[in-house]
């Protein structure tokens, strides 16, 4: 439902920052205020942003918000946060905010839970379209309220979260349909969206859905394949854990689902906090790895590179988990080291990864078949180390390697990581997400590489139109 126009007083993002004025805030507490106070079932069916946004770049991408029930986005945070017993999904943040209620808004924070934090894409995407349209001049994405005028048509189902609440209270019915609320809601999403006069006029390959975690709406992704589907690698898509498909090669993700063609890999939540240049003290350590050691799949190199550098000199391997203690230590040994490793694990990357950068520690990722956010506008080769799983598996051989390394080479490697630090950041430091994004932040980011796949949208759109009725069009979704 469209909003109604109205000509309540703008507020440019130098303004509110500057000069936070009752009049600027106006809009904004309209907006929390109307949705207190509205009782639709309806995320979007609010009807107080302002018409009088500023201009967007000509050629930004425009939106259109598929209009869900709240209860498959913002009321799954609600149900996060009324849990009681959460040994699985609880961190000791979360816990101090159950405790005082303090969740209990219109737009409540997304958990510090390191499990689901570090998918977070969806909340913070989500929120960008949120915010009143005054407050957004710095998103590439501009929101329009009829379908007909839209690039793309975002679906707002917080995928990771209805996962982990499964995972959480009943883990033991993940895989199955029956007993499994994930299943009913990724269900209700898919007919919901297929049943929309935007579905049935692109065959939905204009939607865009967020799907960080790799489980993900696990049961639904071939009939959401022809999606843009923001990943955060391909590892998930690719198979299945051999337990839990028995060796059924039916039960096997095939690759014609996900492509480089049509999807866009985004970046995991980093957890640890940014370490600016300025700050950057002694490094006596020459690598760094904390986590776990024993992976699945592709994961298995970990173990034998685990095993390989233990006992180097000047190399720290720590296995742990990030809770309150193993964040500590990440910080200080990121902190501390060079480098830090970057093997596969389940999949072929991590937050790890995007942990080193905001501690400007050097990359070393060993994966050959890694997939990574943003290639196109950024060079990775400037600011990170790739190495061969074949040469990573060498005795002695890494280490040799990263000891030749000059200074200076280190040291242009950091002021690179310095400057696409900001790019790899989600947070806008707005309660609830809402509120202007940074112009070279995560979520504007996505939304251009979103807006390099339109020519190709459009033109399977156009293909799909002309094919004859009956005719079989080979997928041809596969791109290395």
Not at 346 to 353: G, K, N, Q
């Amino acid at each position: 439902m469209a909003p109604k126009n109205t000509n309540g007083a703008s507020c440019s993002i130098s303004t509110l920052f500057l000069l936070p004025s009752l009049l600027c805030l106006f809009p904004l507490s309209l907006f929390f205020l109307s949705i207190t106070t509205h009782q639709s079932n309806s995320l979007f069916s609010y009807s107080t942003l302002s018409s009088t946004a500023h201009p967007f770049p000509p050629n930004s991408l425009k939106v259109y918000v598929a209009d869900l029930p709240r209860s498959l986005n913002y009321g799954l945070l609600e149900e996060y946060w009324s849990l009681q017993n959460d040994s699985r999904l609880g961190s000791e943040p979360d816990n101090e905010i159950r405790s005082t209620n303090s969740w209990k808004r219109p737009f409540p924070p997304y958990p510090e839970s390191p499990l689901i934090k570090q998918y977070s894409a969806e909340y913070w995407i989500t929120g960008d379209l949120m915010t009143p349209e005054a407050m957004r001049s710095g998103s590439f994405a501009r929101r329009v309220f009829d379908a007909g005028e839209a690039d793309v048509v975002f679906v707002p189902f917080f995928a990771t979260l209805s996962a982990e609440l499964q995972l959480g209270v009943g883990k033991g019915a993940f895989r199955k349909k029956v007993g499994n609320a994930d299943y009913e809601r990724q269900r209700q999403v898919v007919d919901f969206v297929k049943g929309s006069e935007p579905w049935k006029r692109s065959g939905g390959r204009d939607h865009v859905f967020v799907l960080t975690d790799p489980v993900a709406m696990w049961h639904v992704r071939a009939e959401i394949a022809p999606a843009v589907l923001l990943v955060v690698d391909f590892g998930g898509w690719y198979r299945l854990d051999s337990k839990a498909s028995s060796g059924n090669s039916s039960d096997m993700i095939q690759h014609t689902q996900v492509s480089l063609l049509k999807d866009v890999i985004v970046p995991y939540t980093h957890l640890l906090p940014r370490l600016q240049t300025s700050e950057n003290q002694k490094r006596p350590t020459l690598l760094y790895f904390k986590g776990a050691k024993h992976r699945h799949r592709g994961g298995l190199v970990r173990e034998k590179l685990w095993d390989l550098l233990l006992n180097e000199p000047r190399v720290i391997m720590e296995e742990g988990f990030p809770n309150a203690t193993g964040k500590e230590q990440s910080i200080r040994g990121m902190r501390t080291s060079e480098f830090c490793l970057h093997p596969a694990g389940d999949t072929p990357t991590s937050c790890r990864l995007f942990d080193a950068i905001q501690s400007l520690c050097i990359p070393v990722i060993v994966s050959d078949d890694i997939e990574l956010p943003f290639e196109g506008m950024v060079d990775y080769s400037e600011f990170s180390v790739f190495i061969a799983v074949s040469d990573a598996l060498r005795p002695n051989w890494l280490v040799h390697h990263l000891g030749s390394y000059s200074d200076k080479q280190k040291d242009l490697f950091r002021q690179k990581m310095a400057q696409v630090q900001p790019i790899f950041e989600y947070d806008n430091g707005h309660p609830g997400g809402l509120g202007p994004i940074a112009p070279d932040g995560a979520v504007n980011y996505i939304w251009r590489k979103v807006h390099q796949k339109l020519p190709m949208i459009k033109e399977v759109i156009i293909r799909e139109k002309r094919k004859p009725q009956g005719a079989s069009i080979p997928l041809r979704c596969h791109c290395t």
